[in-house]
């Protein structure tokens, strides 16, 4: 059975009609006529829910448990992947995993955030909330594609970086500081998916991309709109118009000029269709690869670091 | 010192003190509760005569404590409109208004150019009075546009940070001064010339894990809050006490993270013989 969420719930009570007409085992017309009308309610109800999500339902969907993660996205896109890990330094943060990938005879070098895929998974991940081991080996993976001249292909789904004693001890700000710096002097092109949710600074370490796309629900913030909330209302409750006001969708962001491009995501969201999903961040992928094949470090440098230095240039007056 | 001059005597003072002097004079420090003049305390650069306690310092203060009246303001580039339409219990543009009336500063960052010591060096400087200190596209340009500054005239660059992190009203586009603000230091950084990064209360946040944590050499003033997480989100998710003096800077420079903890009236004198090494 498929995890509901709290708005989907129109949607939970068709599903259970249907569910109840299958397990009466009739094979009459009356039953599969009512059958195909229900089943042609589920999908206008589903269609029109996900056409028109709101920015808290956005976070919701893109939090899903079900939603597609790192390794299922890897398995799915790459057809070669070699894991690489550790920091060297301190030890394996399984929170971002990275590696070699080939895809139709190119090599790339992956980075992602990695929730998890079930509850063993999550805990091992740490929820993908990643501590500064983690941004180390980000580092190291940065360096590697830099010397071997490999793209870099990152996949962001985290609610942030580790809150936590440790993570502090072991300098969590320096940690992101030095990947961001290490992203920008990488010579070969960095292709930046956001696939679930871009969390404050831990996402930005991972999501300095020549190109940044999203995928159509996922969320990219400064800071989650539960924290939000209770910094500037006072009131976790007051998650929902944080939300809006945070403009935080992929829709606002491509708007703010801050992403290059959205994916459509299936009908329903990622969570219910795996491989279209993943297909088509293949496809921008393999576009994205084709556009700068070619070009000098220079120019992939250079590229980059302009795309970041003129976002926002417009509501500023010099 | 015993529990009476530690204890009853603040609490005694404090208290027949905010009767009977008038508010403007004096200044309690919210460390000792000691009734210190407010004139006094400009000249001790905000630090509190009695126990060190380091107040935090705006950012006009900081600039004469550094160059007397001998520098020039680099003009950085303002707010145009509020591209969120930001609004919590007030507009965020009803936020910006007020800031800028209460600091006379038009955002959390002021850069300049001054000559320590014969040496011309460039700095910027936050306010916390102004929004936190919070870093958001007016602050990250004003950073952004003191490394080009520096760089263009091979000057060393000091960046005193006092932020709670990015500025939450003006949203993912505060959170991009990250990458910004980082691409501008690693550009500098790559003329060979220094840049040293001021830590002073607080420097957490988007601050913290951007520009800030990259300096050549990190000092920090004494006992001033630096961190990536909020101390209070910490605790909610580990839900134990913190150790003491976490996130303070003698911690930090004994978990490695920085360079020297320093007294305000030394800071200057300690940059300056740190520049005769990098800039003979």
Redesign the interface.
Known sequence: MQNFLDFEKPLLDIRSKIEELRHLKDTSENIANELSNLQDKYDKVLGDLYENLTPIQKVKVCRHQDRPKFSQIIDQIFDKFEIISGDRLFSEDRSIKGGFGRLDNKNYLIIGNDKGNDIDTRVKNNFGMAKPEGYRKAQRLYNLANKFNLPVVTFVDTPG?H???D????????A???S??CS??VRSPIFSFIIGEGG??GA?ALA?GNKVTMLEHAI????SPE??AS???RSANESE??AD????TAQ??LD?G?IDEIIKEPIGGAHRNLESTCSAIKERLLSYTQEFEGKSSESIISQR?QK??S??K????? | MNWITNFVKPKLQSFVGKKEVPDNLWETCPKCSQMILKRELKVALYVCKHCDHHFRINAKDRLESFFGNNFMIIETPKIKSDPLKFKDSKKYVDRLKKAKKNTELEDSVLVASGTLNKTKVTVAIFDFNFMGGSMGMAAGEAIVTACNYAKKNKLPLIIFSSSGGARMQEGILSLMQMPRTVIAVNSYCKTNQPFLSILTDPTTGGVSASFAMLGDLILAEKNATIGFAGSRVIEETIKEKLPQNFQKSEYLLEKGMVDFVIHRKDLKKKIISILEFLNP
Do not use: H, M
């Open positions: 970086a809150p936590g004693v993570a502090e001890d072991r300098g969590q700000s320096e992101i500081a030095s961001i710096r920008i002097n404050s600074g930005v300095t990219y913030s400064v800071i924290g939000c910094i500037l209302w118009k944080a006001s945070l403009k935080l606002d962001l703010l801050i670091e970041y230095l976002i926002g417009e509501f500023l007056i010099s």
